[in-house]
């Protein structure tokens, strides 16, 4: 009984404890799939960013950002981000204008893990071409295209489409320092976009920081869903915090009135092992160690059983699996041992001062 | 004229306002069957439970052996209990759970380390080589008191203490338990302190003196 | 004081190799106590001529070698001790303990050896301290006065607490590896675990070798993943693990299963019993002392790993070239290249960064380095102490030697001292950066 009283507080710690791990690690990786929480925009840039739909904009009066000066702002500012360049301007195409992108395509891969090249990822020389710009000119995969800069044209291959559903399908891909050189606009930059590893209020600070440095542009947030994950999961931990800890406390007197009754029951067995010639501590020493023992098995048991129970609610919460940690074993264990030998003090105390003569007299 | 293992002078011992042993003074000869007779409330057990070091005497002196007990400190108590004395208990007092051997052991434990081998051959001795794994329960009452004096002599002791061993016993498993100690002690030549309210069992010994509300009152030579 | 702080471990480890002598030669206590003090100071003395004659590393080298000896004869002991504690006569150990408790010559010999041991790894403390003399009256002050704390206070101890002669081999040798090792220069786990790391590097080329199995035929990736965790930090570190621990193992086997004496010609059981108690218990305290022993060479090794000495590893300062490739770093611009630190630079060309550094060495001349070599990971380097140390590898490169190539120096690179600063070539830094760093990565999954 006392066992799975035990096992009971130490599996729901542990489920805690479990569920809130895993689920730290996977709510950071949902943040991390909705791509860039930061993005920098040069004031006075009339280019509409990011709500679908193709779009060429406003470009009629094209502002920058200093390549360099975005360089050093972000070296100094202490700031663990992830960043993409993006410089965007016309060439011209077959006598007509597209809308190319310069991108670091190693930039691009981390943070906007989504992108789907059909074909590979370019190097230098190549370019990729979204699918919607590739189906307009009946471009495929391998073929050459010549660009035209105001004073530079260049030829360059295919070397994959993109399709993403989103303004991507109609722009042309090539890499930043060509397309920087092509255009004539070496060191600047159209659009920085950073994914900040932080949540909630903290990148409003963080933004509120990178502000004060980039007077001719603006800084602002992004992503709306992650939050959302954030807060569900800070509820269920709240809730579960609850009831272990009520649990917990329940425990621990169940484990106190379970002992004195078992003090009580063998009193007899106390007293006569003190009659035998065992010292105080002798005899304290082996129910101790009985405590101790159920507190293990219960800690055992608990962590088998709390890893049920996490995974159990992290499949129906979140619908994603919580991880494999061996840690918690340890900790269901403490927290069981912690308990049982928590709630024994005071039965151990009386076993400690048991009068032999009083519980052998005969009853 | 044997050495006198057992010298008490003026032991009193009282529990508040009551005094259950007034001053007393005894002596023991070494390989004594000595018996304590008197009704209960008389002080015998108390007398019993302080020469075996389970209780403080109040006051006066005490020694047993070359052991002075009032110097002794609580773990020294425990010492003199398990090197010097046995005791049997009118309840028995086995441990429900362990078999008979095991609770053998379990004296052998507090003494030292335990050995079964030597468990298994005290309860041979005590005729009882065929019930060595059985529980208490599945014993006889006589059974029972039999692997109570297996353990109280497992360690060899000076003395052996006997609460009113054979008071829930019938007659023919008293003269059987009565027979083995008498036995035992021209075997080990312990020294046996008996208390009981049974005028037969009493004769069993060498020695009898009578306590009435916690006074020696008087004091017979058996034949 | 900051050195007093930094005194702190040396001489706890010093107390505690006072207390075990003073217990392992019970009858010989004085002697003991007073030839430990002698030799520590002898050898604190000692060490702070040889700092300030021999540059360089050769003091360290010295010292190393010292403690590795101990080591060594440590392990002999334990060996004896468990080839001995299989012997019949149960006596014999009880008798040969006894003798040894009352030996003067051991008492002298192994407390002296003890001492001039400590001391030497207590002045390794001091480096660059000028005043000898005072440093070493008060280093032997120091020893003198904790002996005496020692003498004192072990009477206070409990009987239990009982020091065998592997037992006191043990703890010496522990407690001298622990205060060695919290200075990264004496520290002897680190320098372990990178021979056995090469070692079995060595070991595995030559198999392959001498097999003629050429690279990436016969096996998947995977398998070569696997087999190139055979090259990993892994192995240096769990191998040199169990060679740290193997005497401390033996020495706790053998006096484990170390006979009791016989007591079945006892005839009555109760005493029989006793005595085996007795003895039970006796060799069970025995083991109090090599198992802390133990758990002190375990902290060892955590220092080892996690020394507490600061790196000085300063953030890269971000360069870049100008329009010739070239580039240009001032001697005395925002950092000044010729201070005797190091300094970081990272420089980005074209979707690439390479890592590099520039250290101005005792000898004068300026070094241009890459922030990798040529083994290990690129996981860079920190300064402390007149070293730079590799980060991966924790291997401890002299000043000196840093700008030359090979083994785990850091790989220099070719640069010139103009008048506005140093010039290094842009594309062929990074060229250099990405073959090395390819090498190196290649080394850890290739297996070859």
Sequence with gaps: MLLAVLAMASSLATALGIVSFSMEKRVAEEVRKYGANLVIIPETARITVGSGGLNFGEISEPAYLEQRRVEEVLAHSGLKAEESFHLRCPLRFRNGDIVAEGVDFVEIRRLFPWWQINGAWPTAGEVVMGSDLAARYGLKTGEMVELAGPDQTVHLRISGTIATGGEEDGLLFLSLPELQQVSGLGGRLSTVRLLVTTEGENLRQKAATLQAHFPGAKVSEVRQIARTSEGLLAKVKLLMVLVTAVVLISAGSSVTGTMSTTVLERSREIGLMKAMGGTRWGVLLIFSAEAALLGLLGGVAGYLLGIAIAQFITKTVFAASSGFSPWFAAVSVGVSLFLALLGSLGPMISVFKLDPVRSLRGE | ?223 | MVLAYKLIPHLLAWAGIMLVLVRGFAGRRKFAAIAGSIGFAAGAAGTLVLLQTLKGDTPFAVIKILLGGGFLFFLVISVVALYRSSERSASAPAGRRERLANSGICAVSAASVSGIAAGAVCACCFTGFQNIFALSLFLAAAAAIMAILILVMENLLPKAFVVSPSGLAAAVSALLLFSSSSLPRLDLFAPLTMKVMKFTHDFVHQFFESMLIPDHMFFTSATWNFIGLLFGNGVGFWGGLFIWFAPMVLVIAALAFEQIPPVAHIRQGAQRRKLMAAAVRARRLRLIVPMCAAIISGGAVYESNFPSVEYWDPKPLIVSANPAGEIIIPRKGEVDLEDGNLHKFLYKQGGKEARFFILMPPSGELTVDLDACAICKPDGYGQAEGTVICYYCKTLIPLETVGKPGGCNPVPMPFTVKGDGVHIDGVSLINTWSSTVQSTARIKGGGK
């Design chain 2, 1 to 223: 004229m044997a050495a006198n293992i057992i010298e008490t002078g003026g032991l009193t011992r009282s529990y508040g306002d009551i005094c259950a042993l007034k001053p007393l003074d005894l002596l023991v000869a070494e390989g004594e069957w000595l018996s304590v007779m008197g009704h209960s409330g008389s002080g015998k057990s108390t007398l019993l439970n302080i020469m075996g070091g389970l209780d403080r005497p109040s006051a006066g002196s005490l020694r047993v052996g070359t052991e002075d007990l009032l110097a002794l400190t609580e773990d020294g108590l425990a010492r003199f209990r398990r090197e010097y004395v046995g005791i049997i208990f009118q309840q028995h007092h086995l441990v429900p759970y362990l078999s008979a051997v095991e609770n053998v052991m379990l004296a052998q434990y507090f003494h030292s380390v335990p050995d079964e081998a030597e468990a298994r051959s005290a309860l041979e001795r005590v005729g009882l080589g065929h019930r060595l794994q059985n529980r208490p329960g599945e014993l006889s009452g006589g059974e029972q008191q039999r692997v109570c004096i297996a353990r109280a002599i497992i360690n060899s002791p000076k003395l052996l203490l006997g609460d009113e061993p054979t008071g829930n016993l019938d007659h023919k498993s008293t003269l059987m338990v009565m027979e083995l100690l008498k036995e035992l002690r021209a075997e080990e030549r312990f020294t046996v302190i008996m208390v009981t309210h049974n005028q037969e069992v009493a004769a069993w010994g060498d020695r009898t003196i009578y306590l009435d509300d916690g006074v020696l009152v008087r004091e017979e030579r058996n034949k």
